[in-house]
C-alpha cells in the first residue's frame, strides 16, 4: 500500500463523515496520525499487514458495506450507523501493535514478565503489543467510540449503543473473539464485509496462516 493511496482512501472516509453529519464525532479517529499509520496486523502474511493497512482496511469495509446496503436498500439500513460502526470497528488495533525500533533495549519487557531479544533486522516492522494478549482490539475500539461518540450528544444518543454493538460483534461468534453476535442489520453488514476484506487480502497466504 502506497502512502498516496492511503491519503486517498482517508480523504474519502473525512468526506462522508462529513456528508453524514457525524464529523464531530468521526474526527476523533480520522485525525489521528496513528489511524493512518498503522498496521493492522503483526505477521506479513495476516490481512493488511504493514503501513496504512488500517486505514486501508477500514475504507475497504466501509466502501464494501455502504455498497451491500445500497443492494438491500427494502431494509432501510442507517447509513450513518452503518458508517460509524464500519469506520471505528478495529480502532484497537492502534492498541494492538507496534513497531519495532531503534530505542529498544537488548530485551523487550512484556506486561506479562516474558522477554523477546530486539532484533535489528526487524526494525520499523510491526509486531503484537502486550495490549492484544490482555484487552484485545475488539474491547479497544468499543473504547475508542464510546470516548468519541460522547462529542456529540445527538451522535450518542440515537447511535451509541447500536453502533458499540456491531463493534462487539463483528468477529461473528464468541469463540472467535466476539463477546456477542451479530443481532443487526448493520452488525450483520459489517461481520461480513470485514471478512471479505480481510480473505480477499489474505487468501494467497491461508496456507501459512492455517
Request: hydrophobic share 35%; glycine share 4%; proline share 2%.
Amino acid at each position: 500500500m502506497t502512502e498516496k493511496k492511503a491519503k486517498k482512501y482517508l480523504k474519502e472516509l473525512k468526506a462522508l463523515a462529513k456528508d453524514y453529519g457525524v464529523w464531530k464525532v468521526a474526527k476523533e479517529l480520522l485525525e489521528n496520525e496513528k489511524f493512518f499509520l498503522w498496521s493492522a496486523a503483526s505477521k506479513d502474511f495476516q490481512h493488511h499487514y504493514g503501513d496504512y493497512g488500517l486505514v486501508t482496511h477500514t475504507y475497504e469495509v466501509v466502501t464494501s458495506a455502504l455498497k451491500m446496503k445500497k443492494f438491500y436498500s427494502q431494509y432501510n439500513i442507517n447509513e450513518a450507523e452503518l458508517f460509524l460502526a464500519c469506520l471505528f470497528h478495529d480502532a484497537g488495533k492502534m492498541h494492538d501493535y507496534e513497531r519495532w525500533t531503534e530505542c529498544m533495549t537488548t530485551e523487550y519487557q512484556f506486561m506479562n514478565g516474558t522477554k523477546v531479544a530486539s532484533d535489528p533486522e526487524k526494525r520499523g516492522q510491526w509486531r503484537s503489543a502486550d495490549h492484544k494478549r490482555i484487552i484485545h482490539h475488539i474491547s479497544r475500539s468499543g473504547i475508542i467510540w464510546s470516548d468519541a461518540a460522547q462529542k456529540d450528544q445527538r451522535v450518542y444518543d440515537k447511535y451509541f449503543e447500536p453502533v458499540l454493538h456491531a463493534i462487539l460483534a463483528h468477529h461473528g461468534r464468541r469463540e472467535w473473539g466476539s463477546p456477542v453476535s451479530p443481532k443487526s442489520r448493520v452488525a450483520w453488514l459489517l461481520f461480513l464485509c470485514d471478512g471479505i476484506s480481510a480473505r480477499m487480502y489474505d487468501a494467497d497466504t491461508m496456507d501459512r496462516i492455517n
